[in-house]
């Protein structure tokens, strides 16, 4: 199953839209009303810190079956500056935009899986899974 899509992130309309297409995604692959909203609160996240730290970048959603479970993949990468340091930005309340700092730390709890590629100056790709149970 490869029903792949993807927002191009560019400006706040697009968040709105990786969400929408996040939450429909989740929908047809079977998530309850619960899971749908952990996964595009989840979209939500990363594609704002694209939006916010590198200007603009990519959301990709699709649906993935692996070892006989069903779920959800979601790959937020960009061409930005990258992430200095990951430990950093992992650790709860640590925020460098204002906001409450639930960011990535956050997303890792929402998902099943979370995985952050990093490069300085080259940008960051960040994979996010989400298992049917």
């Known amino acids: 199953m490869s029903n792949q899509s993807s927002v191009d992130i560019k400006s ?30 989840a979209i939500s996240e990363l594609a704002r ?13 699709m649906g993935i079956v692996e070892n006989g479970l ?4 979601i790959i937020a990468s960009d061409e ?3 992430i200095p340091d990951i430990r950093r930005v ?7 935009s204002g906001g409450l700092g639930a960011g990535l730390p ?4 929402l998902m099943d899986e ?4 990093t ?7 960040i994979k996010a899974t989400k298992w049917l149970r």
């Open 114 to 117: 979370f995985k952050i590629d």
């Open 90 to 96: 992992m650790e709860d309340g640590f925020s460098t």
């Open 119 to 125: 490069v300085h100056g080259e940008g960051t790709a």
């Open 12 to 41: 706040e309309w697009d968040i709105v839209a990786a969400r929408q297409l996040g939450r429909n995604v989740a929908k047809e692959l079977g998530f309850g009303t619960v899971d749908q909203a952990r996964i595009t609160t």
């Open 70 to 73: 069903s779920g959800i993949l």
């Open 49 to 61: 810190n694209i939006y916010l730290y590198a200007g603009e970048g990519k959301v990709e959603i």
């Open 80 to 82: 930005g500056p990258g």
């Open 106 to 109: 956050g997303v890792k709890r």
